[in-house]
């Protein structure tokens, strides 16, 4: 079935949920998926031997768009991860009473495809904290558009 990429930037714990329930489904499709902290991975060749990246990411900021920390030294080197040809999902928790709602999810989408990657156009994100159920169902539909 393919091999998968879970990369996750959290700070309050909700982003690393919802990469988790994406990675269990994943892996409940068949496909091999290792599922990693922002901290743990470097950008470079990072996509090599994938099918499938998933990219999640939180955003702060109010006046501007601010990846989650964690997530800035990889989204600055993205570039070197090897992107080009592969499949990438992006999904995001946010605020929605901010001005730039999960517009992390947008600047990693817009990066990747920007590097070659064929961005599936399914952005997922979340107000405030996870709903389980919804992140299964994105990651069903990830996998639908993938195939």
């Known amino acids: 079935m393919g091999k998968a990429l879970v990369v996750f930037g959290s700070t309050t714990g909700n ?14 499709s068949g496909m091999a998926v290792d599922l990693k902290n922002a901290t743990k991975v470097k950008a470079a060749g990072l996509a090599e031997g994938y099918d499938l990246v998933v990219f999640g990411c939180s955003t702060w900021g109010d006046d501007e768009i601010e990846l989650q920390e964690d997530f800035i030294p990889l989204y600055d080197d993205l570039g070197a991860a090897g992107l080009g040809g592969r499949k990438v999902a992006v999904f995001g928790c946010g605020d929605s009473s901010y001005t730039h709602f999960c517009g992390a999810v947008d600047a990693i989408a817009e990066k990747a495809a920007s590097l070659g990657a064929k961005v599936i156009d399914l952005p997922l994100k979340i107000d405030g904290a996870p709903d389980t159920a919804e992140a299964r169902d994105w990651a069903k539909e990830v996998l639908r558009s993938a195939a």
Do not use: F, H, S
Not at 15 to 28: N, S
């Open 15 to 28: 982003t690393e949920t919802v990469a988790e329930v994406v990675a269990k489904v994943l892996e409940e």
